[in-house]
């Protein structure tokens, strides 16, 4: 990242994707009745949207460069905070939803504490080590909510009755 302004963008864009992901695993799991895990999933859309809201406070007054969703400089395809659908399953248990959060938060404070180590310009070292900080903080949020949480029994997706799909 060559600027503040690519820098900023970079976070909204981080914490925007993140909090629509986890909207959708909580629409999705809604639907198959999984109450407790949809809560979980909004409580972490709606922290990264008190991120985004952070983030886009900073860029105020900034004209913010146009990023192609290709151009983005993750580590990965996608932004490291957000969670992988392919994980979800409905029949998972807020552990499960627990270990998904606790991973993407993970990566999310990794890229920062990257970024804070690595970047040559002094704002964005700051920024980002603002950023990992706050990411830290959640982490061991996360990490204390999952101890009233145990892992399930190894058949917790075994389904005596599964949603029948008609071809």
Do not use: C
Request: proline share 8%; aromatic share 8%.
């Amino acid at each position: 990242m060559d600027s503040l302004e690519e820098f900023i963008a970079h976070a909204v864009a981080l914490e925007e994707d993140s909090a629509v992901r986890f909207d959708d695993m909580a629409d999705s799991l809604d639907v198959h009745q999984n109450h407790e895990v949809t809560d979980l999933f909004r409580k972490m859309a709606h922290y990264s949207r008190l991120h985004l809201a952070e983030a886009q406070k900073l860029a105020e007054g900034m004209t913010l460069p146009h990023i192609k969703p290709w151009e983005y400089k993750w580590p990965d395809k996608e932004p490291p905070e957000t969670p992988g659908m392919d994980a979800t399953h409905y029949l998972m248990t807020p552990h499960h939803a627990l270990v998904m959060a606790l991973d993407s938060e993970k990566r999310g404070h990794d890229f920062y504490a990257a970024l804070a180590a690595t970047h040559e310009n002094p704002r964005i070292r700051e920024l980002a080590q603002e950023f990992a900080e706050e990411e830290a903080e959640h982490v061991a949020l996360l990490q204390a909510m999952l101890l009233r949480y145990p892992a399930p029994p190894p058949d917790w997706d075994e389904d005596m009755d599964p949603p029948v799909s008609v071809d």
